[in-house]
């Protein structure tokens, strides 16, 4: 039996200064022979296309055209591939070696598991060095619900759910419609995770 892939997909518009990090970080991953790679590129006129083509043999799929704005770009990313794990990566940031191994291990193994996020995201420079690596409490169903997410009546926000290290079962995906809520500009992530957090636990 094959084994389940993941289906990663990274967006950009003119940020070809961090592209070829962002695209390296994924394509020499441990785990990557098993990654539907796609990237979605909203008409850069910047190096942004020479460094996407320069990865194009490792690539699912890649285009380059005017879209209606990042989450639309990514959902049409998701329609590339149906591999059933899931998750995106803009153009300035990376993931660390071991990230999509340890993905692949959790979904295959914890079938009951259907999203998962990091508590340590880190930040590292450019030149890839680490420099941060903070503990997150609030990335729990109890702070989610409790405005730990949001700056609010003076409350501390420390509960991002950090979009680069969440990934998700394409089922629940299809189970809370399939698609973002492409009226938002920004926040389109928290948007879908509200959804995701009432059918299971992060």
Request: glycine share 8%; hydrophobic share 40%; aromatic share 14%.
């Amino acid at each position: 039996m094959a084994a389940n892939r993941l289906c990663m997909v990274t967006t950009n518009f003119n940020y070809g200064a961090y592209l070829d990090d962002c695209m390296r970080s994924v394509v020499n991953s441990k785990g990557f022979d098993r990654v539907d790679y796609v990237v979605m590129d909203g008409g850069s006129t910047d190096n942004s296309l020479d460094i996407v083509k320069k990865h194009a043999s490792s690539l699912k799929h890649w285009q380059s055209e005017k879209d209606a704005g990042m989450y639309h770009a990514i959902q049409a990313g998701f329609a590339k591939s149906d591999a059933p794990y899931m998750g995106w990566l803009n153009s300035d940031a990376q993931l660390a070696p071991w990230a999509i191994q340890s993905v692949l291990d959790i979904f295959d193994q914890l079938p009951n598991v259907r999203w998962i996020t990091s508590r340590f995201p880190m930040q590292a420079r450019k030149d890839g060095v680490v420099i941060k690596a903070d503990f997150l409490p609030g990335v729990d169903n109890w702070g989610f619900f409790n405005g730990e997410y949001v700056r609010s009546l003076g409350l501390p926000s420390s509960g991002w759910i950090v979009q680069d290290c969440t990934f998700w079962r394409r089922d629940l995906w299809d189970e809370v419609g399939g698609e973002f809520d492409l009226s938002l500009k920004l926040a389109g992530d928290f948007e879908l995770w509200a959804r995701f957090i009432q059918k299971t636990d992060l």
